[in-house]
């Protein structure tokens, strides 16, 4: 342990995994953020603490069960399709289907569901959505933030599984990361409530994320970077037509 404080190697690795989970955690904090929208001080910022407790748990648990993490990329079964003219080279997706996969592909649908009605309720049913929101479950909303944890959860760890050697590396990097998350998703959380039209982009970054979760599940992976990107050019636009609102209001 004392070697790791003093090497050079492992600051470089912890650094480097930190950001990775930072960058990982965006989808877990825009999740949180439209969830605990739904519920009135001060029971959002307890679903939100909650909520990343929890997602810190399910982490620091999985490494401890790394075997078990490292299994579940093992495939479970084989999906027989070919191209016609038996062109495999040209398959879209991996045959190879595991409970990784199953996991990610269940997750991203979730997310999908979740954003499409969230968004149908924003359009066609305003009013009575608010009314809905102001008494929404707290306990259904932690089972919901629950799930989306685990899922998130696997794939983060198997992320640094695949970086780092060292179990302790990856558990200080995983609490620097949540303690960011917490950090961040406050003022989110906030900037969201306080400008309901940024719900609707947040609420489009939920049905890519789901996307892109189901395309990696089925072994069609998107890079991280482009929806990251799209995602900070959308969220710079709207930060952009927010300020000009509250010019127009200044001067009206």
Not at 25 to 41: C, K
Not at 58 to 68: E, K, M
Not at 201 to 218: C, K, T
Request: proline share 4%.
């Amino acid at each position: 342990m004392l070697e790791l404080l003093t090497s050079p190697q492992a600051w470089a690795a912890f650094t480097t995994l930190c950001v990775m989970e930072i960058v990982l955690g965006i989808d877990n904090v825009i999740f949180i953020s439209i969830l605990v929208g739904a519920l009135p001080e001060p029971a959002a910022t307890r679903a939100r603490q909650i909520g990343l407790l929890l997602a810190l748990l399910f982490r620091v648990g999985l490494l401890f069960a790394i075997t078990w993490i490292i299994g579940l990329t093992a495939p479970v079964f084989t999906v027989p399709f070919d191209l016609p003219g038996g062109a495999e080279s040209h398959r879209l997706f991996d045959p190879e289907i595991s409970w990784r996969d199953l996991i990610l592909i269940g997750g991203g649908l979730f997310l999908m569901v979740k954003g499409t009605r969230e968004i149908h309720g924003e359009i066609e049913h305003e009013a009575r959505m608010l009314g809905h929101a102001m008494s929404a479950s707290f306990s259904a909303l932690i089972a919901q933030i629950v799930l989306i944890d685990m899922v998130f959860s696997i794939d983060s760890i198997l992320t640094a599984i695949g970086m780092v050697e060292e179990v302790a590396i990856m558990i200080a990097a995983v609490i620097v990361a949540i303690g960011v998350m917490y950090a961040a998703s406050g003022p989110i959380a906030g900037f969201v409530k306080r400008n309901p039209t940024t719900k609707m982009l947040a609420l489009a970054f939920l049905l890519l994320i789901g996307v892109a979760l189901i395309a990696d599940g089925l072994g069609f992976h998107i890079p991280r970077g482009y929806i990251y990107f799209a995602m900070a050019f959308a969220a710079i636009v709207e930060v952009f037509n927010v300020l000009a609102k509250r010019s127009r209001r200044k001067v009206s």
